[in-house]
């Protein structure tokens, strides 16, 4: 790595040789593992797998043969720590130091694949070694993550031997600003944090807006939860964004951008950072990049840990260091944004599609998709099902494949019931649309949204009102309480709401809430308030017959809503063995040995930990 | 003894203050960075009391209303004393699909404090993540960088003694 400190790259045919040089060293491998440094698997203690697989390589003396890459996610968290093994695209899953010492006997050096750590299909019953063989895998199409989990997300050799920069290199000194915005404009590129602007569109009218300074940002603050994709990119291919980023800046005439992340991603910062430092110091950001005279640089801004800045004007102010409060539109940032000039934000994602846009050009791009929706979408997948993770899939596909192919079907066999897509400005989606195509348009007219990539997928044990409170209640949190429909509005919203979890709710309450949403979505002033009362309206419509159960007969039909349930213990059926009152984590249970046990309502928490455990089904929940 | 280490911390308390002051001066007249020097100073001083805010105030030339609108508005800025550790149960749409809820009320008995506060020991600061972005491993606790993924009820007792038992091995308690 130091040595590409003493190296700069000042022109177009430096960056090339480079990518040449990269190509020569790396090929020739007998093997490449590329094993994942993803968030999800980090915590899943992969890094005590790297250190194993890195000595057992060096033992064997391997590493002349064997090239081992640190990877960003590679998307399968649910079987994290995880790796691949190229040239075969082998998969290997829930990896630990034993396992990956005996990957190295049998597979690297015995030449046979370790069936039983590869994939194991709970439908089919089988294990599933090759990649191109899992639905997981093969039903995807990466655009945005084309980089993420295959290259290493420390190395800008690395990112430049997969092409990275050359679009730079050809905006810079070949197409100029004009046959680029409209490149981006043809591709049908539209917004990915959420709203779906036209992304060319919008360069369009940075570019045509007069002013001396301009900036470019990039939005990095994703708060949704349940959203993790722009966090993988960040984390797996900084530079992505940070080339993008360049591009964008030289198109709308800034030199100046922004890249605001929120303070929740230490990791994504430091690995961002660290590709800032490696892009300045080969001459990429600065003066005069790659001999063309544009001038560019970059700066890091750590959010606080607000949700509104994800609104682009609350984003605004608090990169000014204010209250991350939202500004009155018009006027539009890019008329009057970061210290009143002329502004242009883009999403993490949507920056990590305009390389490969320019690359392989608007007709390669738009060869994807359906209708008015172009290209790929990532989602976090998480929630009930079986392959919680990271995916990209070309939009227009069903919500049936992403949930049952991609997704493999619900965890335990359960009963599929929701999925909700788009977060708390998203809506629930029901089983009767499982075969709307996927794609900005067709979800809308669902009542969800694409949003910025949430899809929670949710099985019969779900309590949808109890689902519609929990989002009213992140909302509630997070209103910065500029306005007063948002303010106020969302608080009674939410205890409406709260009132139906408690079993205190009467049946015009339903109406009521309805009327509210409708109103706080028609008068608040941002689009966080504007959206709030969509996850509410959607489940009223969908599953109305639960809001009834709640509120009139106080039952919750899915056995969730606390107030609404109880544990008893039936004395007939209790032989006292104790095995509930040893495992509850609050000590509500008590009774003599071999007597019948109770529990103590006033004490319990409602966790089942004692149905779970109970050998003689004599716990039951009313 | 007690007015020798009443000496002891007046200067420990002093050195911080004087790192802060110079924390806030290296980023005077920084278009927009009051955040950023909040974060710094936070990280010094371990969370922003009225007279920490004061001294940024003074320091940035901001008037202090404005520093401790910033420093109340964002949830990363506590004016409380906080714990040796800080607990974040997550309680993102993933984790709260899976549970994430009976950790939480598990946690309160356990700890004896609610969401927001720091235990009478001044051992935890107990907190909500929205999301930590281990949705697959959902419900996911993290206490401060060690993510607990998949946490059951029953697990939570002995995670926290845990913790305790590391900080005896560790001479702090």
Sequence with gaps: ?622 | MGEVNQTAVTSTEDILLQRIRQVAAMNKGKEGNLIQVLHMVQGVYGYLPLEVQEIVSIELGIPLAEVSGVASFYSFFSTQPRGRHTIRICLGTACYVRGGVTIVDTLEKNLGVGIGQTTKDGMFSFEVARCIGSCGLAPAMSIDAVVYPHVKPDEVSGILQSWYKKDEEEGVI
């Design chain 1, 1 to 622: 790595m130091s040595a590409i400190y003493s190296l700069k790259i000042k022109s177009p045919a430096d960056l090339v040789e480079l990518r040449d040089n990269f190509l020569k060293r790396t090929t020739g491998f007998r093997h490449t593992i590329y094993i994942c440094g993803g968030a999800g698997c980090i915590s899943s203690h992969s890094e005590d797998v790297v250190q194993a697989l890195k000595k057992a390589i060096a033992l064997r003396g391997l590493a002349q043969e064997i090239r081992m890459v640190s990877t960003g996610c590679i998307g399968l968290c649910a079987e994290g720590p995880c790796m691949i093994v190229d040239p075969d695209g082998v998969f290997y899953g829930q990896l630990t130091p034993e396992k990956v010492r005996m990957i190295v006997d049998r597979h690297l050096i015995g030449g046979r694949v370790v069936t039983e750590y590869t994939y194991f299909d709970r439908q089919k019953q089988e294990y599933i070694p090759y990649t191109k063989d899992l639905p997981f895998f093969n039903k995807q199409v990466k655009i945005a993550l084309r980089n993420v989990g295959r290259i290493d997300y420390s190395s800008i050799e690395d990112y430049i031997g997969h092409d990275g920069y050359a679009a730079l290199s050809k905006v810079l000194t070949d197409w100029g600003r004009d046959k680029t915005i409209q490149e981006v404009t043809d591709s049908g590129l539209r917004g990915r944090g959420g709203a779906g602007f036209p992304t060319g569109v919008k360069w369009k009218s940075g570019h045509d807006q007069p002013g001396d300074q301009k900036y470019i940002i990039c939005n990095a603050d994703e708060g949704d939860p349940g959203a993790f994709m722009d966090r993988s990119i960040l984390e797996g291919d900084p530079h992505s964004v940070i080339e993008a980023l360049i591009i964008g800046g030289y198109c709308i005439g800034a030199n100046k951008g922004y890249i605001y992340v929120r303070a929740e991603y230490p990791l994504a910062i430091e690995r961002l950072q660290e590709a800032l430092e490696q892009a300045r110091g080969v001459g990429l950001l600065g003066e005069n990049i790659l001999g063309s005279g544009f001038d560019f640089d970059l700066e890091i801004r750590i959010g606080a840990g607000a949700f509104v800045c994800g609104e682009e004007t609350a984003l605004i102010n608090s990169i000014e260091g204010k209250r991350g409060e939202p500004r009155q539109k018009p006027p539009f940032p890019f008329q009057s944004g970061l210290w009143g000039c002329p502004t242009i934000i883009n999403n993490v994602e949507t920056l990590a599609n305009i390389c490969a846009v320019i690359n392989r050009g608007a007709e390669w791009f738009s060869s994807y998709g359906v209708g008015r929706s172009k290209g790929t979408k990532v989602f976090a997948l998480a929630g009930d099902i079986v392959n919680s993770g990271i995916i990209e899939i070309p939009m227009g596909i069903s919500m049936r494949e992403i949930i049952y192919d991609i997704g493999g079907g619900m965890k335990d066999n359960k009963k599929f019931k929701s999925v909700q897509s788009g977060g708390p400005s998203g809506g629930c989606l029901t089983e009767d649309h499982l075969d709307v195509s996927v794609d900005y348009e067709s979800l809308a007219a669902a009542g969800a949204i694409i949003g910025s990539g949430g899809l929670i997928a949710m099985d019969e044990n779900t309590c949808m009102v109890d689902t519609a409170r929990y989002f009213m209640e992140f909302i509630q949190d997070e209103s910065c309480g500029h306005c007063v429909p948002c303010r106020i509005g969302t608080k009674r919203m939410l205890e409406l709401l709260q009132r139906m979890t408690n079993g205190e709710a009467e049946e015009e309450d339903i109406e009521n809430l309805e009327t509210l949403a409708k109103t706080v979505s028609e008068t608040a002033m941002c689009a966080l308030g504007q959206t709030a009362p969509n996850p509410v309206l959607t489940t009223i419509k969908y599953f109305r017959d639960e809001y009834i159960a709640h509120v009139r007969d106080k039952k919750c039909p899915a056995h969730i809503c606390a107030a609404l349930k109880e544990y008893t213990i039936d004395p007939e059926k209790c032989k006292g063995c104790g095995m509930c009152a040893r495992g509850c984590p609050v000590n509500a249970i008590s009774g003599e040995k071999a007597q019948p046990h109770a529990i103590d309502p006033a004490v319990c928490v409602k966790c089942g930990s004692c149905k779970a455990v109970c050998r003689f089904d004599a716990v039951v929940l009313s």
